[in-house]
């Protein structure tokens, strides 16, 4: 698909919990990989740096002898324990950890299998879809809080951490990227070439969707799921099958929202594409956010429409969301986008956190990762989106 298509409907000094951190340092290394290790074969595993060419390590995973069964084992068990009776682990030179959960029961029951990469090494951590965390339906799997109370929005967020140079009380700028999944080309670039930091937002239609997030999670990036929403009159027509509409009835909303859900897993919130006519009505959000929320699920709203009724609602149902401060492209041209980035450094100053948001067009790309490695010279840190979504009323947004 030509990267003119995105342009088409869609059709760090805080440092996570020892046992949030574990669970979070889940790497997939392909379900290839994934199912050779299962079994005991031996697999080479590469792990990679995404800011430079080389791989920092490369473990080989020997067969490993069996365990006791953890089937019914709840996350907190897996996360409050260093190596459990049940977990077989190694620790290679250059300190990475390799610990294989559960590796004598059948190929389904088997746990994940977690690479723990030193924060030396420069990796970020990311985790494979956790099944304590999903409830499958018949459209596939959904996301779910687990049994211990672990919310999707902790276990797949992007850790905030700051470099050495950066004040915990620095300015802070999310950014993510939207459309993503469309164009392979686009998407691939996004996932290379963004600073891990730069949250990335994917459309459900894509034919190559799971393999997208498990690379951008890879990484080192946080990903969102993009949710189709009903426009106003005058802006196109449904961008794709399952777009949620105020006229639905709340149950076969809610049952397009759960086809648009069980698209990919492993995300850490969710939020709009178009629906200005969705996002202004009270009773469509409010089953919405009821249940993105329930879920354990962020909502970012894109910031494109003034009407939305999450500054309002969210706050009111619990629901960690937040709000889009500048719409980075929302005039085509270089200059708007300069200008647009101007703009969101400077409500970052004045109000301490930002948001901003593009869609992922080549020539955006460019000059979003331009203005991000100019950032820590300044005394701003770039951080996840998650980072910023809470439960307090999220800021207005500004457009040109």
């Keep these: 698909m030509a990267g003119d298509d995105l342009n088409e409907p869609l059709g760090m000094a805080e440092a996570p919990p020892d046992g949030l951190r574990r669970r979070k340092a889940a790497l997939l290394a392909g379900s290839a990989c994934l199912a050779m290790a299962i079994l005991g074969t031996g697999v080479f595993l590469a792990v990679e740096n995404p800011r430079a060419g080389e791989p920092l390590a490369i473990a080989a995973i020997a067969p490993l002898p069996p365990a006791p069964a953890m089937d019914a084992t709840p996350a907190s068990t897996i996360k409050a324990a260093a190596v459990p009776a049940a977990e077989t682990s190694g620790t290679l030179e250059n300190g990475v950890t390799v610990v294989r959960v559960n590796p004598g029961a059948a190929p389904h029951n088997n746990g994940p299998l977690v690479i723990k990469v030193p924060d030396a090494l420069g990796m970020s951590e990311v985790a494979a879809a956790d099944p304590h965390l999903i409830e499958m339906t018949r459209y596939g799997p959904l996301p779910k809080i687990g049994p211990d109370g672990t919310r999707p929005s902790d276990l797949y967020a992007r850790p905030l951490v700051f470099s050495g140079t950066i004040r915990p009380d620095a300015?802070?700028?999310?950014?993510?990227?939207?459309?993503?999944?469309?164009?392979?080309?686009?998407?691939?670039?996004?996932?290379?070439?963004?600073?891990?930091?730069?949250?990335?937002?994917?459309?459900?239609?894509?034919?190559?969707?799971?393999?997208?997030?498990?690379?951008?999670?890879?990484?080192?990036?946080?990903?969102?799921?993009?949710?189709?929403?009903?426009?106003?009159?005058?802006?196109?027509?449904?961008?794709?099958?399952?777009?949620?509409?105020?006229?639905?009835?709340?149950?076969?909303?809610?049952?397009?929202?759960?086809?648009?859900?069980?698209?990919?897993?492993?995300?850490?919130?969710?939020?709009?594409?178009?629906?200005?006519?969705?996002?202004?009505?009270?009773?469509?959000?409010?089953?919405?956010?009821?249940?993105?929320?329930?879920?354990?699920?962020?909502?970012?709203?894109?910031?494109?429409?003034?009407?939305?009724?999450?500054?309002?609602?969210?706050?009111?149902?619990?629901?960690?969301?937040?709000?889009?401060?500048?719409?980075?492209?929302?005039?085509?041209?270089?200059?708007?986008?300069?200008?647009?980035?101007?703009?969101?450094?400077?409500?970052?100053?004045?109000k301490g956190t930002a948001i901003g948001m593009a869609s992922g067009l080549p020539a955006n790309l460019g000059a979003i990762a331009s203005f991000a490695a100019t950032l820590e010279a300044k005394g701003i840190a770039l951080v996840p989106i998650t980072s910023i979504a809470s439960t307090n009323p999220a800021s207005v947004a500004t457009t040109p």
Excluded: C
Excluded at 276 to 286: L, R
Excluded at 300 to 320: F, H, M, N, Y
């Design 171 to 350: 300015p802070r700028i999310a950014i993510y990227i939207g459309g993503l999944g469309l164009s392979q080309n686009a998407t691939r670039e996004a996932i290379n070439n963004m600073p891990p930091a730069v949250s990335l937002a994917f459309a459900p239609y894509s034919t190559h969707l799971e393999e997208f997030v498990n690379q951008a999670k890879a990484a080192g990036h946080e990903v969102l799921l993009q949710i189709p929403m009903e426009a106003f009159g005058d802006q196109p027509d449904e961008p794709g099958p399952h777009t949620l509409r105020v006229d639905a009835p709340r149950a076969g909303m809610i049952d397009d929202l759960h086809w648009l859900m069980s698209r990919m897993t492993g995300y850490a919130g969710v939020t709009n594409f178009l629906g200005g006519k969705f996002t202004a009505d009270k009773a469509a959000m409010t089953a919405m956010l009821q249940e993105t929320g329930g879920r354990g699920l962020v909502y970012i709203d894109d910031g494109t429409s003034k009407r939305s009724l999450e500054p309002l609602l969210a706050p009111q149902l619990g629901v960690p969301a937040a709000r889009v401060d500048v719409v980075l492209d929302a005039a085509p041209d270089a200059a708007a986008l300069r200008a647009a980035l101007v703009r969101l450094e400077a409500i970052a100053r004045g």
